[in-house]
């Protein structure tokens, strides 16, 4: 089984900034993509940003130039650095990882969700 453990979230006025982690942990081969999703209450969950595993990054619009993915593979490890923060970025952030278990086995993974609240 793999754990993802974020922290990070809280509360910080607009035009602030945050660093959300998620760290996996378990049993497992290696991770493929790792990504940030977002929920907003009433709304749908959203892909925020996404890494590869050799490092290649994209970006849904309403955060590029302002959010950074990045990942360290020996501490499998994602990172989501938040810049200038806009009362629209409030949302639960949720990581998720694409994990190769064993030579036959691939599964996909949830953290549990940290809250990010942006007051105007």
């Known amino acids: 089984q793999v754990q993802l453990v974020e922290s990070g979230g809280g509360l910080v006025q607009a035009g602030g900034s945050l660093r959300l982690s998620c760290a996996a942990s378990?049993?497992?081969?290696?991770?493929?993509?790792m990504d940030w999703y977002r929920q907003a209450p009433g709304k749908q969950r959203e892909l925020v940003a996404t890494?590869?595993?050799?490092?290649?990054?994209n970006y849904a619009d309403s955060v590029k130039g302002r959010f950074a993915i990045s990942r360290d593979n020996n501490k499998n490890t994602v990172y989501l650095q938040m810049n200038s923060l806009k009362p629209e970025d409030t949302a639960v952030y949720y990581c998720n990882v694409d994990v190769i278990l064993d030579s036959s086995t691939r599964s996909n993974y949830w953290g549990q969700g940290t809250q990010v609240t942006v007051s105007s």
């Open positions: 378990g049993s497992f081969f290696s991770i493929n993509d």
């Open positions: 890494i590869t595993n050799g490092g290649i990054t």
